[in-house]
């Protein structure tokens, strides 16, 4: 699965990425977005300072959302086919279930607060404009599991384990290896943590990745 | 007779959720929901947007019949349950269908009702929680001009603004000092009170009614001070109670509402309950007690559901919140918003004519509640700070401004 990753020690706050996803969310025909179309014309990622460091906030399409949970009209609902978490706007009604309950500060009111606004990740195109427009590299856009095929045996484990049937065995110039459908898998873990032979890991939740999370927050305040 | 593996009864978010969540997980075992309503899972607080006209009967409901086909959900709508043998297992259905199941659970949610007073059966008298009674206040007030509605929390101030929407002149009576006295604190509800003023909400405070006048139906009512006032549409929106009349006589322990442990399990120990209808201990309220707020009953839904497969989930209690918005004016209250004693630290940021007030509330340098009216942007990381009991010590300013992510994570 690719998903948005942050890694703020590379963020400068230079909001950049507000822009470009504000652009991104704007009618093309439209020279003042925020006065044509009030209802969707906001930026969906939001850089706030925590202490002296530069965070962006997004909408992190959990699983099991609090805020698909919290919505009371079935307009917040999670998509199995793309694992994103989306509003459909015809059924929100302002309620701000979805916005008390988001830990992230990653759903928000629209302008005239008459919508909730939320990451759509961009997928008509190949790279989420905020992504595209980051110019520390502090945004990427990154598979989530990934696999050494020096260690990968061929032994099939991890596609009996894999509850969204997304790996399949793959017949390779150096014998069978284990292949992930980027688009089914939802970056569970199951596969890395059950590979006997440590050939599959998890791109973002590594001990390495949370430490320096960690100390960030600590050099921060 | 016929068995299911999961049978629930209730057709509210509780029930819903809980259905999703055993399909998601348990691609075989047969469901049947059987609910005394006939309407598929519907979403209840629209039903004041459904009276105002601001939504359609269609989208009242989460999902069509044919997503209950594809997740092979068998329904027993519009069937109540008559009898109920949690020993052996088996229910009676009104229509004389006997069910048997190996594992229930119960989302029957809350009921309200008229309180004993003169006049209470007349025409034209409604309680404000369910889909078929709305139907019916819909077709009354075609012909109606004049509403009272009594109770003045947000189910009742709700109701009161879709029918000023429906074109008729309301009047909410309430029996406390101040508008939704759970949700808000004076100043917030003032706040609120001045924008349904505005929109034409009459509210009468301090009071509730005695008698209903009118021969067959409603005419008139009379306030406890003895004014007499005119109108011909009565609605009752408080006192919302668990609704536990099948359970009468069986086994199932009940206080005020169903008794069940932090998994959603009753006394009887393939026998759960969700939602509205339940009675837990909240850590936050220090005792065991019924809560009829949407939030929790979806939340306890989806944990009743993980657990009844077999994948343990706990509930880790609830805390007081809500939010809404009337006319444009957004609203959210979280937690302990109105503290007594000395030990707490109140932080206000106020701005009351564009409408804008801000109160976080903090106990040991940890956020306890917060209460936003105006600009609600990222409140949900209060929220988080507050259910993680985390310390803001040294970041206070920062918590009334939008600075909190890091905290959370």
């Given at each position: 699965m690719?998903?948005?990753l ?10 950049l990425?507000?822009r470009?996803?504000l ?6 025909d439209s ?7 009030k209802q969707?014309s906001k930026?969906?990622?939001?850089v ?7 965070y ?10 609090p805020?698909?949970t919290?919505?009371?009209?079935g307009?917040?609902h999670f ?16 309620c701000?279930?979805?916005v008390m ?6 759903v ?13 990740r ?12 980051c110019?520390?590299d ?5 598979e989530?599991?990934m ?5 990968c ?11 969204f049937?997304a790996i399949?065995?793959?017949q ?5 290896k284990?292949?992930t459908?980027?688009e089914?898998?939802?970056g ?11 050939a ?5 939740h590594?001990?390495d ?13 | 007779?016929?068995h ?20 998601s997980?348990?691609?075989?075992g047969?469901?049947?929901m ?6 598929l899972?519907?979403?209840?607080p629209?039903?004041?947007y459904?009276?105002g ?6 989208k009242?409901?989460y ?5 209950y086909?594809k997740?092979?959900?068998?329904l ?6 008559v009898r ?7 229910l009676?259905?009104k229509d ?6 190996d594992?229930l659970l119960?989302a029957?949610?809350g009921k309200s009702?008229v ?6 059966d ?13 139907q ?5 007030i075609?012909d109606?001009r ?6 003045g ?5 709700k ?5 000023v929407?429906?074109g ?6 309430i029996?406390?000092?101040?508008i939704?006295?759970?949700l ?6 003032s ?13 009468i ?12 139906k409603?005419?008139g009512v009379v ?12 609605i009752f ?6 609704d536990?009349?099948?359970l009468?006589?069986?086994?199932i ?5 169903i008794?069940v442990?932090n998994h959603?399990r ?9 939602g509205?209808?339940?009675?837990t201990?909240?850590?936050s ?5 019924t ?15 993980f657990n009844?497969?077999?994948i ?8 007081w919140?809500n939010?809404?918005?009337?006319y ?13 004693g000395?030990?707490f ?25 917060a209460?936003f009216?105006g600009?609600i942007?990222?409140i949900g990381?209060l929220n988080g ?11 206070k ?13």
């Amino acid at each position: 699965m690719k998903t948005i990753l942050v890694d703020f020690e590379k963020c400068v706050g230079c909001r950049l990425c507000e822009r470009a996803c504000l652009k991104k969310h704007t009618p093309e025909d439209s020279e003042i977005p925020h006065e044509i179309d009030k209802q969707l014309s906001k930026q969906r990622v939001h850089v706030e300072l925590a202490g002296t460091r530069p965070y962006p906030l997004r909408c992190r399409h959990c699983d099991d959302a609090p805020c698909v949970t919290a919505c009371m009209t079935g307009a917040m609902h999670f998509d199995p086919e793309t694992g994103m978490v989306n509003v459909d706007y015809d059924r929100c009604i302002a309620c701000w279930m979805c916005v008390m309950n988001c830990p992230y500060g990653g759903v928000l009111p629209n302008e005239d607060y008459t919508k909730v606004l939320k990451c759509d990740r961009c997928l008509d195109v190949p790279i989420p404009a905020c992504v595209d427009a980051c110019p520390k590299d502090a945004l990427v856009y990154e598979e989530v599991e990934m696999r050494d095929d020096n260690l990968c045996v061929g032994c099939g484990l991890c596609v009996e384990v894999c509850p969204f049937d997304a790996i399949t065995m793959v017949q390779t110039e150096r014998g069978l290896k284990a292949r992930t459908n980027s688009e089914l898998c939802r970056g569970c873990s199951l596969c890395s943590t059950s590979c006997p032979y440590g050939a599959i890991f998890m791109n973002y939740h590594t001990t390495d990745k949370l430490s320096d999370q960690i100390k960030e927050v600590i050099r921060s305040y | 007779m016929e068995h299911y593996k999961y049978v629930i009864v209730g057709n509210g978010i509780a029930g819903l959720r809980a259905a999703d969540t055993i399909r998601s997980e348990d691609r075989d075992g047969t469901i049947c929901m059987v609910s005394e309503e006939p309407f598929l899972s519907y979403s209840r607080p629209l039903i004041s947007y459904y009276i105002g006209g601001e939504t359609t009967f269609e989208k009242m409901f989460y999902h069509e019949q044919d997503w209950y086909d594809k997740r092979d959900i068998k329904l027993e709508l519009g069937n109540a349950v008559v009898r109920f043998e949690p020993i052996s297992n088996r229910l009676t259905l009104k229509d004389g269908k006997e069910i048997s199941y190996d594992k229930l659970l119960i989302a029957t949610g809350g009921k309200s009702q008229v309180p004993d007073m003169p006049g209470k059966d007349l025409d034209g008298i409604y309680t404000f929680t369910d889909l078929g009674t709305t139907q019916k206040i819909k077709e009354k007030i075609k012909d109606a001009r004049r509403a009272f509605v009594i109770g003045g929390g947000l189910v009742g101030l709700k109701a009161a603004q879709g029918l000023v929407d429906a074109g008729l002149d309301v009047t909410v009576v309430i029996a406390s000092n101040q508008i939704m006295s759970q949700l808000l604190d004076e100043t917030a509800a003032s706040i609120v009170k001045r924008r349904l003023d505005r929109k034409g909400i009459r509210v009468i405070l301090n009071t509730s009614i005695s008698e209903v006048l009118g021969k067959d139906k409603v005419e008139g009512v009379v306030l406890e001070s003895g004014d007499e006032h005119e109108c011909d549409i009565l609605i009752f929106a408080k006192g919302v109670k668990p609704d536990l009349k099948f359970l009468k006589n069986t086994e199932i322990k009940t206080g005020e509402g169903i008794i069940v442990d932090n998994h959603m399990r009753t006394n009887i120990p393939n026998v759960w309950a969700a939602g509205d209808c339940t009675e837990t201990f909240e850590e936050s309220f220090g005792r065991s007690t019924t809560n009829l707020v949407w939030p929790r009953a979806s939340e306890q839904g989806r944990i009743a559901g993980f657990n009844m497969v077999g994948i343990p989930r706990e509930y880790r209690g609830w805390f007081w919140m809500n939010s809404f918005q009337f006319y444009g004016l957004s609203c959210i209250s979280i937690g302990n918003i109105k503290p007594t004693g000395g030990q707490f630290e109140v932080m206000i940021n106020q701005n009351i004519r564009e409408g804008l007030y801000r109160k976080v509330i903090l106990m040991d340098d940890k956020v306890i509640g917060a209460l936003f009216v105006g600009k609600i942007t990222t409140i949900g990381t209060l929220n988080g700070l507050i259910k993680k009991q985390v310390s803001v010590k040294g970041h206070k300013e920062d918590v009334l401004e939008d600075k909190l992510a890091l905290l959370v994570f």
